[in-house]
């Protein structure tokens, strides 16, 4: 009995500790391949690598060498699996092992390849009970490889192409279409697809005549998406209309350079008589991404800040230094103490005078009996009447015209019917 367990024990370890060095794991074919297999520059585009390898084994530390690295010439991302098939073929077992990378080239070129694939080969063995992952280096030489791109054509270029390369979509819409002279309206753009944007400016109706318009501010921007935003405000009834929007992009499927458009963009005006305005909106023309809701300013705190706060702080800034320079210098010389800060103070209450006087010496006169109207324009709707003589202080300019306030109303008058008043009492 003894003799039996020491005969099992013996050719146990026979078993373990006999050395296995066939390794059977290799690699019978490998190829580079684009998709699609006409690239234009700019394009994005797959490549694709296939690896056909003994059935069951793993891939590990994968690089292809001679292969295009030059950044200057063309962006390769990762190297990422697609799927593992079985195959067989002439009774043998394999699999084929499928990989892709997104690549972009930003030349034209034609040149074939010639990659060597490089990679540690896994096989699971069994020795007795056990088993164990053994790993060699294998190298394959794979079939040669042509990159070639095409350059974008001249002939059929647009003027104002825009370097996108793909196929793109161009939307819009208005935040309302009924509106009144003086509305403020936002065209709100959006552009998508699939390719390459090439940091390319959305692009903004032509400038008219008969709107008002304020910078485009770009609100998103992804690699398959950008929106913007852009003011307009409608000076007359006859702004009926925002002329169309088009994005130029190279389509290279088709090979031809195509356009998207959005609009026109219809308005039509309310006849309905307009409500008293009680706020300003602060229209913001940054460009800087921003979702928050437009600023209301109340007009009563406006008026405050630009016709009250301003000399009374001139005022109270030249009393604080004068009571300042008094108190430090009434010590050492009470004289000069006293002279300084009566002449600082003095100056502060001069100065915060001719400040106000010259804020009231910018009001304007009406010459003769005038309509304001809520927009620049003769066919704009009349809001009020201003009589001969009447006092009204200038908000903005606009081509002949000058948008007043007279006791809390406010429309636009011809710069003719007013004049400069002297008054300081205005």
């Known amino acids: 009995m003894k003799h039996t367990a020491t005969m099992l024990l013996a050719c146990l370890a026979t078993v373990l500790l006999t050395p296995h060095t066939v390794f059977c794991a290799e690699i019978f074919a490998g190829r580079l391949y684009t998709v699609p297999e006409n690239i234009y520059v700019e394009q994005l585009f797959e490549i694709r690598f296939e690896l056909e390898v003994t059935a069951g084994i793993e891939i590990e530390d994968l690089r292809i060498s001679d292969f295009p690295n030059n950044p200057d010439l063309i962006t390769v991302g990762r190297l990422e699996a697609l799927s593992r098939q079985r195959v067989v073929r002439d009774g043998q077992a394999f699999d084929v092992l499928r990989y892709a990378a997104t690549a972009r080239c930003r ?177 913001d023309t940054s460009s800087a991404p921003d979702h928050a809701a437009p600023d209301i300013i109340p007009l009563e705190r406006l008026q405050v800040s630009l016709d009250s706060l301003t000399p009374i702080l001139i005022a109270l800034g030249g009393t604080m230094i004068a009571f300042f320079g008094f108190f430090l210098l009434r010590t050492s010389h009470p004289r000069w103490a006293a002279m300084l800060g009566a002449a600082v103070l003095a100056a502060g209450l001069f100065t915060a005078k001719g400040f106000k006087d010259r804020q009231a010496g910018t009001h304007y006169r009406i010459e003769h009996s005038t309509e304001a109207r809520f927009a620049p324009a003769h066919s704009a709707a009349t809001l009020f009447t201003l009589n001969p003589g009447a006092a009204v202080a200038p908000l903005e300019r606009h081509e002949g015209w000058v948008r007043v306030d007279s006791n809390g109303r406010r429309g636009w008058v011809p710069q003719a019917s007013c004049s400069t008043s002297n008054n300081p009492a205005l």
């Open 107 to 283: 030349q034209a070129v034609a040149h074939t390849f010639n990659p060597t694939a490089q990679c540690m080969l896994s096989e699971r063995r069994n020795v007795g009970f056990f088993s164990h992952w053994q790993s060699h280096p294998r190298q394959h030489r794979l079939a040669p490889f042509t990159l070639k791109v095409l350059p974008l054509p001249e002939q059929g270029k647009p003027e104002n192409f825009s370097g996108a390369v793909g196929i793109f979509r161009l939307v819009g819409n208005l935040s309302k279409n009924s509106v009144r002279p003086g509305d403020i309206v936002t065209l709100s753009l959006e552009l998508t697809g699939q390719g390459w944007l090439n940091n390319t400016s959305m692009p903004q109706p032509p400038a008219s005549p008969h709107f008002k318009s304020y910078p485009v501010k770009e609100t998103s921007r992804s690699d398959m998406r950008v929106t913007t935003e852009q003011s307009l405000i409608p000076q007359s009834t006859n702004a009926t209309e925002i002329a169309a929007v088009s994005f130029n992009f190279f389509n290279p499927g088709s090979g031809r350079y195509e356009e998207s458009t959005a609009g026109p963009f219809r308005l039509t005006f309310n006849t309905s008589a307009p409500q008293a305005q009680t706020s300003v909106r602060v229209i």
